[in-house]
């Protein structure tokens, strides 16, 4: 008897378990610019971020009208189901790009293992293009993150408000 009762108990703390909200170990407030050729957003939002998981929540108004929530595998787009990352790319960025690039700008890192990349005192800039597939100036300076590429008309701009 105490062995089942034990066994439930177990099973109970690993069900609950699973409804355990996600712990984000930095919150940041950034007024961010999205843009792609089938989504755009302008305003202020919040980065919640862990070494695995972000959550990116963008408002309009007062009012959260948009989330992204890039984990090891997929990308979830406020209520849509996931998708995994080469099908969000292809979907929302370009095909072209690796399969990464979202979490690394959004964590202002460098993309394309950091090919021309040029530091600078305050950040760096990068600026890679491929021929009829992207033409990429990616900057990070101050508290400033620049992602545009004009082939594919995306505009990713995030300014720390801290």
Not at 15 to 40: D, N, R
Request: glycine letters at 6%; one cysteine or more; aromatic letters at 10%.
């Amino acid at each position: 008897m105490q062995i089942k009762k034990s066994f439930f108990l177990l099973l109970m703390a690993l069900g609950l378990s699973g409804c355990a909200t996600k712990e984000y170990t930095k919150q940041e407030s950034i007024f961010i610019v999205f843009k792609t050729p089938t989504v755009k957003h302008a305003d202020l939002g919040f980065i919640y971020a862990n070494e695995e998981e972000m959550k990116i929540e963008m408002y309009s108004n007062g009012q959260a009208i948009m989330a992204l929530e890039i984990g090891k595998e997929t990308i979830c787009m406020s209520l849509l189901e996931c998708l995994d990352k080469k099908s969000f790319n292809a979907e929302i960025l370009s095909e072209q790009y690796p399969l990464d690039i979202l979490n690394h700008i959004f964590r202002g890192n460098p993309i394309y293992n950091g090919v021309n990349l040029v530091k600078t005192s305050n950040g760096f800039t990068q600026k890679i293009v491929k021929a009829g597939k992207y033409d990429i100036d990616y900057s990070i300076l101050n508290k400033q993150i620049i992602f545009r590429d004009t082939i594919n008309n995306i505009l990713i701009k995030l300014k720390r408000l801290k």
